[in-house]
């Protein structure tokens, strides 16, 4: 049990989060708490909890498959506790941060010194890199992760120090993976960070060898727990990875991917150690697409080499730092683009999980230095202090004038269109709110703008010419699709909205050949125009045909930054 000095110091940490999140409990639903919770009624009525054992994260009809049954059953039950008042979802939001810095807190009171503990977990506390996981509903996921990973290397830690893993603890870190693989499939590297821990923070003079064949049952429970998890995702998903990639990865060139994600790590860096500018977008111009190795991929590369010799010089001198950054590392891998195409070049709630190894990091260089630092002239020790306590409060005020950012879409992407100018999807963003508000000229323009400065998204295109098309500018709705069609050719929205323009504007023998082209490709319901456009042609008139309902992602329904 903890003495009344440590649960005075719990409570500081748990005050910490607290103010530094509370500000965000009168936020609404922004961005995609929209599709995720507001209109998906598969969480608006309360089902047995294996019953989201069988859904994918997203609607079906809506953003890639992805596979979270715990966090979507949170949010079902979060519906059914307020009946869909979001000041529910954003207080769950805040105490799981709470318990998140909390978990955080004990991870680093296995490892480090309690003043130095406490430090580091008040730090992670009040990051301002946070706010995007906390002030967004759908960040719960992050959270669910920045808990339940960091209690079960916690629990790993204390358990190894008692003696090999028995059967029981075996079964708890089993049941900890799984849980938080179902709140978000980042969490498959637990194992990674649990060997990382066995070679680094448990002192056992047994030689390896021995002590992986003692750990072999609880390693294959995780590798029993992973495959299961995979498989149920793969049948409910109906793929092994994420459908979502980014528009500039989707021909496949790898180089562009490479390079492009070492262009990246500085801003990975500079978000976790001075997170000062924040934004809710980070897409082509704001992080560029690099086809040549040039001097950011130059940087990115020295940083990532730099950090490979801090593991190794630490191994032996400093081994919490050594941990800290293979945390890092490992809980970015998933999402770095180095592996396997994502959805997103960089995105701040991605940084939640990879948060906990830097504090881990600044305790274990700061740790070795403790017993001097408390013979330190009192006026020495008084600074210091001063100093952390200054940089508490500068986190602590960036964070909580942050949240209300994400108050909804309007204020959003009215706010990311600033922090981030040169993103050619907080434009388009930004634009689709004035077009929603009835500033067209001005909306018409953002979205532009946006379009300008990255001119490879097919589906901004497609959007753009489907709000032309229901404003009867066919000429403009058709360069629109142009560009859908140089990018992808058989895409059959803008083929079909394509062919629907041309007979608008009487140019049937150009109609006529894109749906024969349709036809050959196969595209269902490509017939079917043919057939319409020949009658047109033999008459030379005929009824306008419905240009039917628009798409999900149009204007007047924001992309997703």
């Known amino acids: 049990m903890p003495t009344s000095h440590g649960r005075l110091q719990l409570a500081g940490v748990a005050i910490l989060a607290l103010a530094a999140s509370i500000t965000g409990l009168g936020n609404g639903f922004a961005l995609d708490d929209i599709p995720i919770v507001l209109t998906n009624q598969r969480i608006h009525s309360l089902s047995a909890p294996w019953t989201f054992l069988g859904q994918t994260y997203w609607p079906a009809d809506q953003g890639p498959a992805l596979y979270r049954p715990l966090t979507i059953f949170g949010f079902a039950l979060q519906w059914g506790a307020g009946g869909g008042a979001p000041v529910v979802f954003h207080l769950t939001s805040i105490l799981l941060y709470v318990v998140a810095a909390l978990a955080v807190f004990w991870l680093a009171l296995e490892l480090l010194p309690r003043p130095v503990a406490l430090v580091a977990a008040a730090l992670f506390a009040v990051h301002p890199v946070h706010v995007e996981a906390v002030a967004n509903v759908v960040g719960q996921s992050e959270l669910l992760v920045g808990i339940l990973v960091p209690v079960a290397v916690a629990w790993y830690v204390r358990a190894r120090r008692g003696g090999p893993i028995t059967i029981q603890g075996g079964i708890v870190l089993a049941a900890l993976y799984a849980l938080s693989l179902g709140a978000k499939e980042h969490a498959v590297v637990l194992p990674g960070l649990l060997i990382c821990a066995e070679l680094l923070l448990v002192n056992d003079t047994t030689p390896v060898r021995t002590r992986f064949e003692r750990a072999l049952p609880a390693l294959l429970g995780l590798l029993a727990v992973l495959i299961t998890f ?48 924040l934004s809710a977008d980070y897409n082509p111009q704001e992080i560029p ?84 630092i408390q013979t330190w002239p009192v006026a020495r020790q008084r600074l210091a202090g001063g100093l952390v306590a200054l940089i508490l409060l500068c986190g602590l005020l960036r964070s909580a004038l942050r949240q209300p950012v994400w108050k909804d879409n309007a ?151």
């Open 289 to 372: 697409i690099l086809t040549s190795f040039g001097w950011r991929a130059f940087l990115g590369l020295s940083l990532l080499l730099e950090l490979a010799w801090a593991v190794v010089w630490a191994w032996r001198r400093r081994p919490i730092v050594a941990f800290g950054i293979l945390w890092t590392g490992l809980t970015l891998f998933p999402v770095s683009n180095f592996l396997l195409p994502t959805g997103i070049l960089l995105a701040e709630r991605t940084l939640f999980l990879p948060s906990v190894g830097v504090v881990l990091i600044l305790g274990g260089l700061v740790a070795p230095l403790w017993p001097a």
């Open 230 to 277: 995979w498989t149920v995702r793969t049948m409910v998903t109906g793929g092994t990875i994420g459908r979502d990639i980014h528009p500039a990865f989707r021909n496949g060139d790898v180089g562009t991917r490479l390079l492009t994600a070492l262009g990246v790590v500085p801003e990975w860096l500079r978000l976790l150690l001075y997170p000062v500018h």
């Open 411 to 561: 204020t959003l992407f009215r706010v990311t269109a600033q922090d981030a100018p040169r993103s050619y999807k907080a434009r388009a963003a930004y634009g689709v709110m004035l077009l929603q508000s009835g500033q067209e000229e001005a909306g018409e323009r953002e979205y532009l703008e946006g379009l300008s400065l990255y001119r490879d998204d097919p589906n901004l295109f497609a959007d753009l010419g489907d709000w032309y098309l229901r404003k009867n500018r066919c000429e403009d709705a058709l360069a629109a699709y142009a560009r859908v069609l140089e990018l992808v050719p058989n895409h059959w929205a803008a083929t079909s909205r394509t062919i629907l323009c041309l007979t608008r504007v009487g140019r049937l023998d150009e109609a006529r050949r894109l749906a024969e082209v349709a036809v050959g490709r196969g595209d269902e319901g490509a017939p079917a125009k043919l057939a319409y456009v020949d009658s047109l042609i033999a008459h030379r008139a005929g009824p306008e045909p419905q240009a039917g309902k628009p798409s999900p992602g149009m204007p007047g329904a924001a992309p997703r930054p």
